[in-house]
């Protein structure tokens, strides 16, 4: 089991940057794959990125967000970071990690469904 608690959240201009971090609990953090997603108001949650469980950590990441958002962990520090550039007005949502339990995974989870584990959400406000 694990527990993961978000930081970084705020708000900034268009434009700006913010990096959220996810601190997890626990010994096996490694085989968890972990993901980013959001939620804004009215909306469903939908993935912002995922990386996976393999010593290589392939990434994934929607359309919406490539190119300007990064995933990464280290799994020293049990932790999950998300830097997100170039912001805009439309990223505007609760930020929530996650975790799925699969060691050694080289598998994509973009669903919500796919993972048991959450964190209890960060806000990010980007004003235009």
């Known amino acids: 089991q694990v527990q993961l608690v978000e930081s970084g959240g705020g708000s900034v201009q268009a434009g700006g940057s913010l990096r959220l971090s996810c601190a997890a609990s626990?010994?096996?953090?490694?085989?968890?794959?972990l993901g980013w997603f959001r939620q804004a108001p009215g909306k469903e949650r939908e993935v912002v990125a995922t990386?996976?469980?393999?010593?290589?950590?392939?990434?994934y990441y929607p359309n919406s967000v490539k190119g300007r958002f990064a995933i990464s962990r280290d799994n020293a520090k049990n932790t999950l970071y998300l830097q997100m550039n170039s912001l805009k007005p439309e990223d505007t949502a609760v930020y929530y990690c996650a975790a799925h339990y699969a060691p050694y995974s080289g598998n994509s989870y973009n669903t919500a469904s796919a993972y048991e584990y959450w964190g209890q959400g960060t806000q990010v406000t980007v004003s235009s």
């Open positions: 990386i996976d469980s393999s010593s290589g950590g392939r990434t």
């Open positions: 626990g010994r096996t953090f490694s085989r968890y794959v």
